[in-house]
T-cell receptor
Framework: DAGVIQSPRHEVTEMGQEVTLRCKPI?????LFWYRQTMMRGLELLIY????????DSGMPEDRFSAKMPNASFSTLKIQPSEPRDSAVYFC?????????????FGPGTRLTVL | GENVEQHPSTLSVQEGDSAVIKCTYS??????FPWYKQELGKRPQLIID?????GEKKDQRIAVTLNKTAKHFSLHITETQPEDSAVYFC????????????FGAGTILRVKS
């Protein structure tokens, strides 16, 4: 398995633009997590899904952020409109507690820069 | 909700020495405690984990200890090597919340050769 796949790896955009980050979890994993990492706030859980259903979105900072998981192999995190304070590395992770305990496998991340 | 505190924030050790990183958690219902290592510009990767029914777990040079009564757990790295230099994160979770992890703030470990 190729592991968790994220795209793009780097994104530079201007304030006010829409940004869409993509994630493909490890095949067979039924949990998917979106994290944001910054120097100031560390690793923050934004939202997570179980069997494509959002379970907890309490970490989503505001209405500008939305996430979807239309099927078991794809998820998106959208920011609209983007702001400079959204600049961060966004990680997607997946896990399958029934198969591999609670280990979360992280993707390579998307480094987002909002100018 | 759960809160995880991690200390120290930075740690410098001489190659060959041991390194210890400590975390405390607030919710006594937490029962799963993983440790992740993140090298510069890379993704976090699990290095060891422990469940609340176990007091200690070892994997070669790495060990984790858990004190449920005091609600703290620690990562021990022996015979440190330059490649151990990275940021280490502890985390805690409760099964009833799926495997939602709450992470500590991280410890920057520098191993000087």
């Amino acid at each position: 398995d190729a592991g968790v796949i994220q795209s793009p790896r780097h994104e530079v955009t201007e304030m006010g633009q829409e940004v869409t980050l993509r994630c493909k979890p490890i095949s067979g994993h039924d949990y998917l997590f979106w994290y944001r990492q910054t120097m100031m706030r560390g690793l923050e859980l934004l939202i997570y899904f179980n069997n494509n259903v959002p379970i907890d979105d309490s970490g989503m900072p505001e209405d500008r952020f939305s996430a979807k998981m239309p099927n078991a192999s794809f998820s998106t995190l959208k920011i609209q409109p983007s702001e400079p304070r959204d600049s961060a590395v966004y990680f997607c992770a997946s896990s399958s507690p029934l198969v591999d305990t609670d280990t979360q496998y992280f993707g390579p991340g998307t480094r987002l820069t909002v100018l | 909700g759960e809160n995880v505190e991690q200390h120290p924030s930075t740690l410098s050790v001489q190659e060959g020495d041991s390194a210890v990183i400590k975390c405390t958690y607030s919710d006594s219902a937490s029962n799963y405690f993983p440790w992740y290592k993140q090298e510069l510009g890379k993704r976090p990767q699990l290095i060891i984990d422990i469940r609340s029914n176990v007091g200690e777990k070892k994997d070669q040079r790495i060990a984790v200890t858990l004190n449920k009564t005091a609600k703290h757990f620690s990562l021990h790295i022996t015979e440190t090597q330059p490649e151990d230099s990275a940021v280490y994160f502890c985390a805690a979770s409760m099964e009833e919340y799926g495997n939602k992890l709450v992470f500590g703030a991280g410890t920057i470990l520098r191993v000087k050769s």
